[in-house]
């Protein structure tokens, strides 16, 4: 048996596993990325009563192993984010594309902003924090504010809306920590009238989305891209532009973008943000 490091996760147990979180979430795991399969499944197989990875794989190679797979898929998924993430995107909906899609749809007052691959939820949050800072105009509007992930675990931590101190140290305003959010024990948790404006549903990327997830004005999608192939770019971005309206708005990672991916987005650059119109 070749091994991918010294004393530990074996190759065929490498490409097995990667090959698991592959057809379960299109994530790429890449054989220099040995190490990280390796750092977070080693606690996975601990909590599930297996003595090592090898064991792991051995069990999942057995049918009805659908929980322990979507432990490792959990496990697998990097869940970095934070309040106001990129802060542009944020300003830019906050000072232009806002007011003018409000504009747009005074008549019939529905706007739906989905956060996608939302992880522990301080993106939506951040912008349901953002309407009742700035848009007293929309109450008694229908609001929806969705926002999915693939992993169950984060899923939960973010319709729980309680944070740690570093995670509310990172780009939350005291002035809105102190307003939105109360004491709970060592954490912080959002208060219920800005938790209670987002719904929080698990949709996997590459699977079926849910009909409910039509006619969306502003997507959020980022930091997401870049865990996929090139063609599951495509297929997702497809499966985009037919959920967004005509003049809706798209918002991707500060490292992703649509070229040699799709010419149904149009890029648009306003100072440093960069959004996309569908064409
Ligand atoms: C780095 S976080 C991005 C969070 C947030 N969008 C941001 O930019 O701050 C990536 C998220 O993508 C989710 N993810 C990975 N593969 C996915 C898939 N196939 N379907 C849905 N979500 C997925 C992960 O669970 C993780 O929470």
Redesign the pocket.
């Known amino acids: 048996m070749t091994t991918c490091t010294a004393d530990s996760l074996s190759t065929e147990d490498f490409d097995f596993l990667a090959k698991l979180v592959l057809d379960r979430?299109?994530?790429v795991l890449e054989p220099s990325k040995s190490y990280l399969v390796e750092s977070r499944l080693n606690p996975v197989a601990r909590e599930h009563g297996l003595d090592s990875i090898s064991e792991l794989a051995e069990t999942l190679r057995k049918p009805n192993q659908r929980k322990l797979a979507e432990a490792v898929v959990d496990a697998m998924?990097?869940?970095?984010?934070?309040f106001y993430?990129d802060i542009h995107p944020f300003d830019l909906l906050r000072t232009k594309l806002l007011p003018e899609l409000i504009e747009k749809r005074s008549n019939e007052k529905r706007l739906t902003i989905w956060?996608?691959?939302?992880?522990s939820g301080?993106?939506i949050y951040s912008i349901a924090m953002m309407i009742r800072e700035h848009f007293p105009q929309l109450a008694g509007w229908d609001v929806r504010l969705r926002a999915?992930?693939?992993?169950s675990e984060?899923l939960e931590r973010a319709e729980n809306g309680i944070f740690n101190q570093t995670e509310v140290n990172r780009g939350l305003p005291m002035q809105l920590l102190m307003k939105y959010f109360h004491r709970d024990g060592v954490h912080w948790r959002i208060n219920d009238d800005i938790r209670s404006m987002v719904r929080f549903d698990s949709?996997?990327?590459?699977e079926n989305w849910p009909l409910t997830l039509m006619s969306v004005d502003v997507v959020?999608l980022?930091?997401?891209l870049i865990?996929f192939t090139p063609d599951t770019k495509r297929e997702i971005l497809a499966k985009v532009r037919q959920r967004i309206r005509e003049d809706g708005i798209l918002f991707l990672?500060g490292s992703e973008n649509t070229m040699n991916l799709t010419d149904e987005f149009e890029r648009t650059q306003v100072d440093r943000t960069v959004y996309y119109r569908p064409v």
């Open positions: 979430s299109a994530i998924t990097t869940n970095e984010t934070s993430r956060s996608n691959a939302c992880s301080q993106e999915t992930d693939l992993s984060i949709v996997n990327l590459i959020f980022r930091n997401v865990y990672g």
